[in-house]
């Protein structure tokens, strides 16, 4: 009984591989290509015979030959390994989707500036002119030689650093506002969180391709064209590290 078994499940098995063989891309093209051949030559001889000329067949175009061939029936239907792919999902707009935000930024800056400037100024006044009752100039005695000896120097230095490092690591549930024609999703998310006096508002818009959404409906932020996200704290932790009016006023003003 088993060797029956076996032998009609070889049998099934090879009928499922000639059929799906007798279906595959290249199998179908050399098919047509033969069918074409026989009916180019059987039209050449049809216009030969009435003292035609013979025009050349264009080829068929093999574009869409590397295509995926459709599922073989007989195949999904004996194989026990052989899946059949589930067809691709269609969005529509107001759809969610949830985008995965993993960003960490960070920037380090170095500056150094020093700068001297030494200038010198010597005169000396030998010979003056002074203009008489009748606005004449005649010769002024001097007394003395009058003169301007000035020495200026000055040194700077200064020193700048800075390095930042920002993260942000969330969940954000979008709405697609906009399907595009090529499978392209605009994408929007608003999430706003109060506890006690802390208020935090974040905000995402982007763009994404359709088939980068998982099956689990999630998209990384790292695939998202156009990111932008803003992210707005209020509260007591953000009054207590905000500079003061006067520090603010000194940074802009630098009078040192």
């Known amino acids: 009984m088993k060797q029956v078994l076996l032998s009609a499940l070889a049998i099934a098995l090879c009928v499922s ?5 007798s279906n595959s891309p290249y199998s179908r093209a050399k098919r047509s290509n033969a069918n074409q051949a026989q009916a180019g030559a059987t039209s050449n001889a049809s216009q030969q015979a009435n003292g035609q000329r013979s025009m ?7 574009a869409g030959a590397d295509a995926p061939p459709p599922p073989n029936p007989a ?7 052989a899946v ?26 170095d500056s150094k500036l020093e700068s001297s400037k030494d200038w010198t100024l010597q005169a000396e006044l030998k010979r003056w002119f002074r203009l008489d009752k009748d606005a004449r100039l005649v010769e002024s005695p001097l007394r003395g030689n009058p003169g301007v000896d000035f020495n200026f120097k000055n040194d700077y ?5 800075v390095d930042r490092r920002d993260s942000l690591i969330t969940r954000l549930t979008t709405r697609i ?25 974040v905000t995402l818009t982007g763009e994404c391709r359709s088939d980068d959404v998982t099956a689990q409906n999630t998209v990384l932020s ?13 509260g007591a932790a953000r009054d207590a590290a905000r500079r003061g009016w006067m520090m603010k006023a000194l940074d802009w003003a630098r009078p040192f």
């Open 222 to 234: 790292t695939q998202i064209f156009g990111l932008s996200i803003q992210s707005q704290h209020n």
């Open 84 to 109: 059949e792919a589930p067809p691709p999902r269609k969005f529509k707009v107001n759809d969610l989707v949830t985008v995965i935000v993993r960003e960490d930024k960070r920037a380090s800056s």
């Open 75 to 81: 195949l999904l239907r004996w194989s026990l390994i």
């Open 56 to 62: 050349p067949i264009p080829r068929p175009s093999t």
């Open 177 to 201: 506002l906009d399907v595009k024609p090529n499978g392209n999703l605009v994408l929007e998310a608003r999430k706003e969180v109060v506890n006690d006096e802390e208020r935090e508002v």
């Open 157 to 161: 230095s200064g020193e700048g650093k």
């Open 17 to 21: 591989v000639v059929e799906a063989q």
